[in-house]
Every structure is written in structure tokens, then in C-alpha cells.
Nanobody, 129 residues
């Protein structure tokens, strides 16, 4: 499965960006889809996940209330709408997928790096102060 993340760019603090994660020739219907990010000198961290079976979601505390994950099944695309961006959101953002599990229980464990099967190439998000 090939994933493609796009939509990154340079934005001022307080601005917004929308990231997209798409696949070609493969459905996302049976996967939990995740967004991770890695800032320079830091470990990669989970940002958000969405389950295909029940649309349950997970958000890291650092992005709650500012980011929103969503799916468009007709376009086989998952979005990460990022609002009120902060300089600390600067990172390379990656999308990844794993066999679908609801995020209603143990969301942090489900939305974890070690569980992901496929990764896309990252897209750079830079937030200037």
C-alpha cells in the first residue's frame, strides 16, 4: 500500500493548513489511519488517528481543540485540518495505516508507531512566529 501525504507548507503562527493522505489503487476502508509528526531532534509522535469502522478518533493533548481528522471515502483520502498553528507544530508530518481497530478503548495504544504497517513519505509543516 502506497500512501502519499501532502498539503504541508510555511504558515504564520495562528494560521491553518490542511494535510491530505491518499492511496492509489487501494481502499482505506479497513484501516485505522494515523498522522504522526517528527520535529528536528525529537522522536516521532502520534498526532491523531481515525478508525474506519466507527469513525472514532484520537488526538494528542498538544493538538486537541486545534486539529481535526476526517475521512472522505469517495476520494480515499484522510485529512488533518490544522488550525491555530503554533511554532511548536513545526515538523515533518507522516500518515500511516494499520488494520482497523476502534479508538473508543485504548486509543493511545492503537494509535502508536509500532502498530503501523504502512507509512507515507512526510510533508513538511513550518510555522513561523
Amino acid at each position: 500500500v502506497q500512501l502519499q501525504a501532502s498539503g504541508g507548507g510555511l504558515v504564520q503562527a495562528g494560521g491553518s493548513l490542511r494535510l491530505s493522505c491518499t492511496t492509489s489503487g487501494h481502499t482505506l476502508d479497513y484501516y485505522t489511519i494515523a498522522w504522526f509528526r517528527q520535529a528536528p531532534g525529537k522522536e516521532r509522535e502520534a498526532v491523531s488517528c481515525i478508525s474506519s469502522s466507527d469513525d472514532s478518533t484520537y488526538y494528542d493533548d498538544s493538538v486537541k481543540g486545534r486539529f481535526r481528522i476526517s475521512r472522505d471515502n469517495s476520494k480515499n483520502t484522510v485529512y488533518l485540518q490544522m488550525n491555530s498553528l503554533k511554532p511548536e507544530d513545526t515538523a515533518v508530518y507522516y500518515c500511516a495505516i494499520r488494520p482497523d481497530i476502534s479508538l473508543v478503548i485504548a486509543a493511545r495504544a492503537v494509535c502508536a508507531e509500532h502498530g503501523m504497517n504502512y507509512w507515507g513519505k512526510g510533508t513538511q509543516v513550518t510555522v513561523s512566529s
